[in-house]
């Protein structure tokens, strides 16, 4: 047993831009930080609730990783698997008590976004389409969930439509990458039951979307600081490229990790348009 795969295990990279796109859409509803003890547990609720999902999925995802990720800690061995599913437990635990602190609306919404993770990681990410949605709709619920948090929406309906279109186009792309481990393991995903040209179109798509939908904070009257968002959407155009241009694996990878660039960077340009 490794400790270094507890933190590991949990993805925090994930987890920590989780967090602060959870804060950040604490502010972009109220029009500043709400107060210290707020930021604070919406930023635990949601890395906690991302750490907790990432574990869950790994534990579920164990004879695919094989294939796919042997590097992880499940698969090289670092963690045992019971070990990994108590873990997921504990980290839900104690998300659940800070959402607790926060509002019933916020204890609630964080109740149906731990149990969408653990449902699908156990059952629904081998539902062509299905899981992809799962996967984004959380993504999406993650500024909604900051906006939950202070009682309010404002632009927060915003960020959570990018949110979720471009985690769309990232797990479409992401199955595309990894078929040959979905394919082994029996996993019915998109390009596997639609082929991965016509996954690769619905990708894009939704990448080209995801664009679009970048502009609609402009239409709310943010102001002109907002063009940082431009480098953002060039980068997520040539995802989009990548992708159509060739569907192996070695091309579905650039692409996935340009889009976790491309969020990366959007939340950073919304966070400074949204303090500055
Ligand atoms: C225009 C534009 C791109 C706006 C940004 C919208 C926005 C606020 C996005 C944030 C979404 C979010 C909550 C990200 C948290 C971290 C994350 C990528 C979660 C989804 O993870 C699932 C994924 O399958 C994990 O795979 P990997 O990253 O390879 O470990
Ligand atoms: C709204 C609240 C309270 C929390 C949201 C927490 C967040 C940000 C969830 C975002 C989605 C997420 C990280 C879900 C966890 C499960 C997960 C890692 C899904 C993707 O896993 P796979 O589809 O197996 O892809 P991998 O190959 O990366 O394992
Ligand atoms: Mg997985």
């Known amino acids: 047993m490794e400790f270094k795969a507890f933190i590991e295990i949990t993805r ?8 602060v796109v959870g804060v950040l859409g604490s502010i972009v509803a109220v029009g500043h930080l709400p107060d210290a003890l ?3 547990l919406v930023f635990l609720v949601v890395t906690l609730g991302c750490a907790g999902g990432n574990t869950i999925n790994d534990y579920f995802d164990y004879e695919i990783d094989k294939i796919n ?3 992880r800690p499940l698969p090289r061995g670092a963690m045992g ?4 599913i108590y873990y997921s437990l504990l980290l839900f635990a104690v998300g659940l008590v800070f959402a607790y602190m926060i509002n019933v609306y916020a204890f609630l919404l964080a109740l149906v976004a731990y149990a969408a993770m653990f449902l699908y990681a156990w059952k629904l990410k081998p539902l062509p389409f299905v899981g992809n949605l799962v996967v ?22 915003y960020l959570a439509v990018c949110a979720f279109l471009v985690n769309v186009a990232r797990e479409v792309i992401k199955d595309i990458e990894d078929i040959e481990g979905d394919l082994a393991k029996g996993a019915r995903t998109l390009p596997i039951v639609w082929g991965k040209r016509n996954a690769a179109y619905l990708g894009a798509a939704f ?23 431009v480098p953002v ?17 070695e091309a579905a990878h650039s692409s996935q990790k340009l889009l976790k660039v491309s969020i990366f960077l959007a939340v950073m340009a919304f966070l400074v348009a949204a303090l500055v």
């Open 69 to 71: 990720r042997p590097d």
């Open 12 to 19: 925090p990279h994930n987890c920590a831009l989780a967090g």
């Open 233 to 249: 959407d060039l980068i997520i155009l040539y995802a989009a490229y990548l992708i159509l241009r060739s569907q192996e694996r």
């Open 81 to 84: 698997r019971r070990t990994a």
């Open 136 to 157: 984004a709709s959380l993504t999406g619920a993650t500024p909604l969930y900051g906006a939950v948090s202070v009682e309010h929406l404002g632009l927060a309906g």
């Open 207 to 229: 990448a080209v979307l995801t664009v679009v939908a970048s502009f609609l904070p402009i239409t709310a009257g943010v102001g002109l600081g907002y063009y940082a968002m």
């Open 38 to 40: 707020t930021t604070a």
